[in-house]
């Protein structure tokens, strides 16, 4: 079975900290996403990678960066955290051969 | 742009009252169109994928349908361990391996 781990399940973080999100998958996948999701706004995308070191904004890409050194880690990096970014964040990964996104259990990130 | 609306967006049945969910969605060309089922406070799991119209696939108490214009999610005499929020979301052609989701159906299923 495809495995996604997410390194943090609740962080609580004060405004202007900086927050790292990890996730690891095993499938050896060439795609990572992170969403976050919202009551009311569903998922929506904030970065993706289809290749280690190579990234792509999402629809929502503001207030974030991202990181891929390793092709089985995608990490998502809040530079200065704020109490808008309080949500479930959550990591995905895919291959291209096969649409469907596995994801990990989630991040719920509460900023003060 | 790809766009994915569910409804209902809530629905709530008795055990064994079988049902159906919605999904309807416009997409520059079909890549795939992708159920999940999301328990509270966790990731979504990962149902079904449907590429083409007519297409059909089952697992256990649910099976999902397409069209060239929504998708259908039926569940079959239903059991309380299937509430849960079900999510229907596309990959168009030019996405570039990206999913438009939807915001969910929250099914409650009493016992």
């Known amino acids: 079975d495809v495995k996604v781990t997410q390194s943090s399940r609740y962080l609580v973080k004060r405004t202007g900290e900086k927050v790292f999100l990890e996730c690891v998958q095993d499938m050896d996948h060439e795609n990572m996403f992170w969403y976050r999701q919202d009551p009311g706004l569903g998922l929506r995308l904030i970065y993706f990678?289809?290749?280690?070191?190579?990234?792509e904004k999402g629809d929502i890409p503001e207030g974030y960066s991202v990181s891929r050194e390793k092709k089985e880690r995608f990490s998502l990096i809040l530079e200065s955290a704020s109490t808008n970014q309080t949500s479930m964040y959550l990591c995905?990964?895919?291959?291209?051969?096969?649409?469907?996104?596995?994801f990990g259990e989630g991040s719920r990130l509460t900023v003060l | 742009e790809d766009q994915v609306t569910q409804s209902p967006e809530a629905l709530r049945l008795q055990e064994g009252e079988s049902s159906s969910l919605n999904c309807s969605y416009t997409v520059s060309g079909l890549r795939g169109l992708f159920w999940y089922r999301q328990d509270p406070g966790k990731g979504p799991e990962f149902l079904f994928t449907?590429?083409?119209a007519g297409e059909e696939k089952e697992k256990e108490r649910l099976k999902a349908t397409l069209t060239k214009k929504e998708s259908f999610l039926h569940i079959t005499a239903p059991k309380p361990e299937d509430s849960a929020t079900y999510l229907c979301a596309v990959q168009g052609r030019g996405s570039n391996y990206k999913l438009t989701f939807g915001k969910g159906t929250l099914l409650t299923v009493n016992p």
């Open positions: 990678s289809y290749d280690v070191k190579m990234k």
């Open positions: 995905a990964s895919s291959s291209p051969s096969h649409g469907e996104l596995f």
């Open positions: 449907l590429y083409s």
